[in-house]
Antibody
Framework: EVQLVQSGAELKKPGQSLKISCKGSGYDFSTYWIAWVRQIPGKGLEWMGI????????IYNPSFQGHVTMSADKSIDTAYLQWNSLKASDTAIYYC???????????????WGQGSLVTVSS | DIVMTQSPDSLDVSLGERATINCKSS????????????LAWYQHRPGQTPKLLLS???ARESGVPDRFSGSGSGTDFTLTISSLQAEDVAIYYC?????????FGQGTKVGIK
């Protein structure tokens, strides 16, 4: 089955670090860009950026650059999203999703993970 | 960044009636060299993962009921649910993949009247 499976819910304190994961299966993980999408409770979807697991090329949304780090390990078909110092405002559901390719570029998101709830509270 | 603005923010429709959601982009998402609109629609049901409904503004994904249709070009797009069913209660998002950072509309919540 083609799927993305994310790590579970996390409860952290402000200032702590965190790394969440997204594991692909059923397709060639290395050859599709993976996006991270944030959903703050009660709010809409925000595209944080993408990583290409094949060579770890990354394109960040400038709104998120510097606060999160994307990485990938193609040997285990897994992408990661990492924070070095969490803030309460990072409380959200984080989805990973696969960008399919079309017309030679990354296009729409055709496969989504189940989401990882990150709660940051003192 | 391309700003995507949806209207209305929410709407309630009777079962079997038509629901119409609009999406406007701050700049054109039509790529002139291939005449394709780089615009997708997603359905996000409560407690579930977002689901791709339409790509290229009007191309329905496999398995998506034909009551869902998309139209528009350039900067103005519409998602229509021709006959609302109970399982269509969800938040609907438009999404441009014309240029990075890719962006979403703020979402339109569809409920039952």
């Amino acid at each position: 089955e083609v799927q993305l499976v994310q790590s579970g819910a996390e409860l952290k304190k402000p200032g702590q670090s965190l790394k969440i994961s997204c594991k692909g299966s059923g397709y060639d993980f290395s050859t599709y860009w993976i996006a991270w999408v944030r959903q703050i409770p009660g709010k809409g979807l925000e595209w944080m950026g993408i990583i290409y697991p094949g060579d770890s090329a990354i394109i960040y949304n400038p709104s998120f650059q510097g606060h999160v780090t994307m990485s990938a390990d193609k040997s285990i078909d897994t992408a990661y999203l990492q924070w070095n110092s969490l803030k309460a405002s990072d409380t959200a559901i984080y989805y990973c999703a696969r960008h399919t390719t079309g017309e030679g570029v990354t296009v729409y998101l055709d496969l989504w993970g189940q989401g990882s709830l990150v709660t940051v509270s003192s | 960044d391309i700003v995507m603005t949806q209207s209305p923010d929410s709407l309630d429709v009777s079962l079997g009636e038509r629901a119409t959601i609009n999406c406007k982009s701050s700049q054109s998402v039509l790529y002139s060299s291939n005449n394709k609109n780089y615009l997708a629609w997603y359905q996000h049901r409560p407690g579930q993962t977002p689901k791709l409904l339409l790509s290229w503004a009007s191309a329905r994904e496999s398995g998506v009921p034909d009551r869902f249709s998309g139209s528009g070009s350039g900067t103005d797009f519409t998602l229509t649910i021709s006959s609302l069913q109970a399982e269509d209660v969800a938040i609907y998002y438009c999404h441009q993949y014309f240029e990075t950072p890719y962006t979403f509309g703020q979402g339109t919540k569809v409920g039952i009247k």
